[in-house]
């Protein structure tokens, strides 16, 4: 068990308890580390359970973990997902920092591996939810690096949860070939390119390690023992493993594909979804249980003794619905729009941020009649339409069902408006990838490019 990330297991029965930030009360110790302390905690306002990791700055900062940390509450901001543990909020004083998460009251998923093997039914649910909670990291550039039982938990429903991405990497860890570097992992579960010194992909690491841990349901062991970690590596260098008899010939031919040594290979996720054996009784989530992010990047400093709190309240919702039809720019944000022009790389940022804008060459009016038929061309049906405002809504279904934005175009001047793109349902980095792929293309003829910086002319690329 690794105690640092245990949520579920109690190790002090203490009955002290404290209130911070006014919004918490801590109670028991759930779990500790050689840093960290985990604590059994309670939203006052809801009285809602949750586990409060603590860290000492000082620790931090002595133990080299600073980056450690920063990729880790990086990582769960940008993975919402029901089958991994929710990082709710961020705080900090003057010498600790507080990670506010879910509170996973199953336990370790670890304890109901270690009685031994699954019903074939059982560790096809575990598995499933497993490979949609990766699929999810995947496609938002992570990979967990460090996927074993012991990093997963079961909630009250019995459903598995995925923590501890305290090995995980980001996009922009990677080298310019895509591939990673650094060698990282527990040995019985570590895919055997991640210690060849020549680069790996994390994606296709990680599902070896999937593979691993769908052997270990299905038969009680491990599929590469021996009495010492190099006897193991050889093992799995040659992915050299046997079967019991009991496991069907459908579960034995998914582990054979996730299990090859050669990663170009390997089954993908796409792969392992397509296979007759995992899509029996799947059904991929699309209604996320989580609402989006309230989390704000409020920049604490993990290295210096300052004080950095954050509320969690997304104070963006007191204003939502009272915008005027005609609102104020000042020219700054007009000058940004036009050196930027459909710009939405701030989608992937933490922050809270205005609509996606650009400004029109052309009237609002003008501009609604050709937004309207981009959307036509792009298989969006307008689902309401006000003056200057429409919105729209995709046929196909997502990881968060069907994409659907508002769209509202406010006129500056003659002949000038500023259109404003927001989603308001699906998911957000389709909807960033939309818009980039084919939105911006559609409506090419419609921006107005920055005409005094050639280097800011956004709108050819």
């Not at 497993?130 to 938002?140: G, T």
């Not at 609102?327 to 944000?333: G, L, S, V």
């Not at 930027?340 to 060459?361: A, Q, V, W, Y």
Request: proline share 4%; aromatic share 10%.
């Amino acid at each position: 068990m690794d105690p640092k990330t245990e949520q579920a297991h109690t190790t002090d029965n203490s009955n002290l308890r404290s209130i911070i930030f006014d919004k918490y009360e801590m109670g028991r110790v759930l779990g500790q580390g050689n840093f960290a302390k985990v604590y059994h905690g309670r939203n006052l306002a809801t009285n809602e359970s949750v586990a409060i990791k603590v860290i000492k700055k000082e620790k931090l900062k002595k133990e080299r973990l600073v980056k450690q940390i920063k990729r880790e509450v990086s990582v769960m901001r940008l993975v919402r997902h029901p089958h991994i543990v929710q990082l709710k909020e961020v705080m900090a004083t003057k010498g600790k920092i507080f990670l506010v998460m879910e509170y996973v009251k199953g336990g370790e998923f670890f304890g109901k591996v270690a009685k031994g093997k699954l019903s074939e039914d059982v560790a096809r649910k575990y598995f499933q939810q497993l490979i949609s909670a990766v699929d999810f990291c995947h496609s938002r550039g992570v990979t967990h690096r460090d996927l074993k039982p012991e990093n997963l938990l079961l909630d009250e429903n019995e459903d598995l949860k995925v923590s501890d991405f305290g090995l995980s990497a980001l996009p922009e860890q990677r080298r310019a070939d895509g591939m990673l570097l650094t060698p990282c992992g527990t040995p019985a579960y570590v895919a055997p390119e991640v210690l060849k010194k020549k680069g790996y992909d994390g994606s296709k690491a990680d599902i070896w390690s999937c593979g691993v841990i769908l052997y270990v349901l299905l038969s009680g062991y491990l599929p590469f023992q021996g009495e010492n970690v190099m006897r193991i590596y050889r093992k799995a260098f040659k992915a050299e493993y046997e079967f019991p008899d009991w496991i069907s010939p459908q579960a034995k031919n998914l582990i054979s594909k996730l299990l090859v040594a050669d990663p170009a290979k390997r089954y993908s996720i796409p792969d392992i979804m397509r296979d007759p054996w995992f899509q029996f009784g799947f059904m991929r989530p699309i209604a996320f249980s989580m609402k989006d992010s309230t989390l704000e990047d409020n920049e604490i400093d993990f290295n210096e003794d300052c004080v950095g709190v954050s509320d969690g309240v997304d104070h963006d919702k007191e204003v939502q619905g009272r915008k005027p039809p005609r609102p104020f720019y000042n020219a700054f944000e007009i000058i940004s729009s036009f050196s930027h022009g459909f710009d939405l790389r701030n989608l992937f940022e933490t922050r809270k941020r205005s609509p996606s804008m650009f400004i029109c060459k052309f009237s609002a009016s003008a501009a609604l009649v050709k937004i309207e038929a981009v959307a036509k061309k792009l298989n969006f049906r307008v689902t309401g339409k006000k003056e200057f405002a429409v919105r729209m809504q995709g046929d196909e279904e997502g990881r968060k069902g069907k994409l659907a934005m508002k769209v509202e175009v406010f006129e500056v001047a003659k002949e000038v408006a500023v259109v404003e793109f927001s989603k308001s349902a699906g998911d957000t980095l389709e909807y960033v990838k939309f818009c980039d792929e084919q939105v911006r293309p559609s409506l090419k003829d419609i921006v107005w490019s920055w005409q005094g910086d050639s280097n800011n002319n956004t709108n050819n690329h």
